[in-house]
């Protein structure tokens, strides 16, 4: 068998999610090649997928990533029709330096000089203490142990009373960024990453809205 020395376009690569961005991609923003409705901030602690490990578990760090097609993973910058990369040449860095067939170059750089949030927006931003309040308020950290804690736990109820302060907490300061500073929703989804709640859909837990509020239960006890 032939061994692959090139791209075949075959979109596996950009159908498992948009790169994570770099120090060197800040040149895109600045050139607005990208700009920020087209990136999707993951959280600290946040599980999601890792093309490291083909599996969904907690990044060990802050990575803004370019956001999928709807609500898959797929980048919204692949076309499937032409199987091509619609930025191609303005492709950030893990784009250019990822060939599936050879993971050295990608594997060098992968979790190195990644920006975070306040990386791209600067400290200065007015956005940027609401930022720090979410994730002083509502760090995934403490969100997971809850989770964990709860599958296990004879009495999940104070447990979940405080899955729910967190959750709440998430809403309301992004309820209130919303409205203070007229965001569209994927720039919600820059800022401020996906609302906790739908994150941790499908983990044993039931969530519902009751009189304007989210509450939880647990349906999934061991
Ligand atoms: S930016 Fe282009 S090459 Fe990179 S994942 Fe998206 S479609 Fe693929």
């Known amino acids: ?11 596996t690569c950009c159908r498992k999610g948009g790169p994570a961005l770099h120090d060197e991609d800040l040149e ?3 050139a607005e090649n990208l700009v920020y409705q087209d990136l ?11 093309p490291l490990t083909d599996q969904v578990e907690p990044v060990t760090k802050e990575l803004v990533k370019i956001s999928g097609h709807g609500q898959s993973w797929t980048c919204r ?7 091509a990369c619609t930025i191609h040449s303005q492709r950030p860095l893990e784009c250019r330096l990822l060939k599936c067939w050879d993971t050295n170059d990608i594997m060098e ?5 990644t920006l975070t949030r306040l990386d791209i927006i600067g400290k200065k931003n007015p956005i940027a203490p609401w930022i720090c309040e979410q994730e002083k308020k509502c760090p995934y ?9 709860l599958s296990s736990s004879p009495h999940p109820s104070p447990l979940l009373t405080e899955l729910t302060a967190i959750i709440r907490e998430d809403l ?4 209130r960024a919303v ?11 820059f800022y401020f990453g996906r609302p906790v709640f739908q994150v941790i859909r499908g983990k044993g837990l039931k969530i519902f809205e009751k009189q304007g509020e989210i509450h939880l239960d647990y349906v999934n006890r061991a």
């Open 1 to 11: 068998m032939t061994q692959q020395t090139e791209c075949r376009r075959c979109g």
């Open 28 to 30: 895109l923003l600045h």
């Open 40 to 50: 999707l901030t993951i959280r600290k602690d946040e599980p999601a997928y890792s």
């Open 77 to 83: 910058f692949y076309d499937p029709i032409h199987s």
């Open 109 to 113: 750089v992968i979790k190195k000089n």
């Open 141 to 149: 950290r403490e969100t997971n142990f809850l989770l964990r804690t």
């Open 172 to 175: 309301t300061i992004r309820t």
């Open 179 to 189: 409205a203070q500073f007229h965001l569209s929703l994927p720039l919600e989804l």
